[in-house]
């Protein structure tokens, strides 16, 4: 058995608050936090941590927001990650790398825009940090045979026939959620028909911490800032490209690849290397109809999934973590279940309207920028000129841009 073990006389037999299906980014921050506030947990996981955190098994990179940069620190692990992170100085906005592009750096003293960071270092950091919390039981490397939820509880039956049980089934488990499926919750979806096709470049020039967004009609070409890694310059690449597109890109060597990315980028940072495998991702919209059931709370991907444009997918579901940790130590602080109806209402209430607004603002940007050419490129142009002369237009986007707008949880706050 793959689990953590460090509470005695079988932990897998214990009832807990949550069981938490879905060990990824989102679902072991939600046991971390919960645990933080008191909170216990099951968390189960298909996949083995060891492949996961294994070198050059995943070149992905993410955004972490201030709010969600907060919401580490909270749950002690900025200390380790502090030094892991590439701090967003700024943020370059440009429609074919013409005239008219938007700069967004905030005013000396206002800290970053966010910070970088690998996956791989999440969840290193992660794991790591599961493996020593008592509040948490992590199986892994075993599925889920069957899930029951009654008035009572809830309970999972896993593959190798455990059956962990709790007060709250909680689904992480990802976009294909079969916990949220196998509820009959509906998707509101459609495809972009597109694919996003991510590697880890090294670069002759620094990126002094800029990330830029190069708008093309073919679809949104970005490069994120990383740490530098042996004296080499290092950027996170997310390249969108059309599906039909995709295969033929993928199959390139790496030397005809970099010679398309090269052109691509306009040579904006010089001569370019692969530091990462490619990887290539269909990209889609979807949001649940709704996030919560009987003793049910969906959470991350699992509840909506939207273009990387601007790299919030994960920041949202941060957001849901720590609304959903504060529901529960409220509402468990008065003596109620982690269960509780009335709970999963105030959940589902706090995230409806952030959930919906920044998906339809990232669909909204997908679409405009989508629009060919040259009267489109003309008019989006103009249109960023204007913004890139309202300081104040600016400061509200980069609010946005750290997730410190809105209502926003305690775990999010600094």
């Known amino acids: ?67 969600s940069w907060n919401l580490f620190c909270n749950i002690g692990l900025g200390d380790v990650l502090a030094p892991l992170g590439c701090p967003i100085e700024a943020i370059a906005v440009t429609d074919q790398m013409k005239p008219g592009r938007i700069d967004f750096r905030p005013e000396p003293g206002d800290g970053s825009l966010g910070r970088m960071f690998a996956n791989r270092d999440l969840r290193l950091a992660l794991f790591d940090a599961a493996r020593k919390e008592p509040a948490i039981n992590w199986v892994h490397g075993v599925n889920v045979a069957a899930r029951e939820r009654s008035a009572h509880g809830v309970s999972a039956t896993l593959s190798d026939g455990q059956k962990l049980t709790g007060s709250l089934l909680v689904a992480a488990e990802g976009r294909r959620s079969p916990t949220r499926d196998e509820e009959g919750i509906g998707l509101v979806a459609w495809d972009y028909s597109h694919t996003a096709i991510v590697a880890g470049l090294t670069h002759e020039k620094p990126h002094e911490g800029t990330a830029w967004e190069i708008f093309y009609s073919a679809g949104p070409f970005a490069l994120l800032p990383l740490n530098d890694l ?14 039909k597109n995709g295969a033929g890109v993928m199959a390139m060597s790496d030397a005809a690849f970099l010679a398309e990315v090269r052109a691509v ?15 290539a991702y269909p990209l889609s919209y979807q949001n649940a109809t709704r996030i919560t059931g009987d003793r049910l709370a969906v959470v991350g991907d699992a509840a909506h999934g939207m273009h990387p444009i601007a790299g919030q997918g994960l920041n949202l579901g941060l957001r849901d973590i720590g609304a959903l940790v504060e529901v529960l130590t409220e509402g468990m602080r008065l003596g109620l279940e982690a269960g509780d109806a009335g709970l999963l209402r105030r959940y589902e209430n706090w995230r ?14 997908v679409r405009l920028f989508g629009v060919p050419g040259r009267t489109a490129s003309a008019v989006r142009r103009l249109g960023m000129g204007a913004v890139q002369r309202m300081p104040g237009l600016k400061r509200v986007f980069m609010n946005e841009a750290r997730g410190t707008s809105g209502k926003l949880p305690l775990l999010l706050q600094a």
């Open 352 to 365: 409806s309207l952030d959930t919906f607004t920044t998906m339809s603002v990232m669909d909204g940007i």
């Open 230 to 243: 042996d004296g080499q310059h290092r950027s996170a690449l997310v390249w969108t490209v059309p599906t």
């Open 265 to 279: 980028m306009g040579g904006l940072y010089g001569d370019i290397g692969l530091s990462a495998r490619r990887m």
């Open 1 to 67: 058995m793959n689990a953590n073990t460090s509470i005695a006389d079988g932990p897998e037999r214990q009832r807990r608050d949550l069981v938490i299906l879905g060990g990824g980014l989102v679902g072991m921050t939600l046991a971390l936090a919960a645990a933080r506030a008191g909170i216990t947990s099951h968390v189960v996981d298909h996949e083995d941590p060891a492949k996961l955190t294994a070198a050059g098994a995943d070149g992905r990179a993410s955004a972490i927001s201030t709010a």
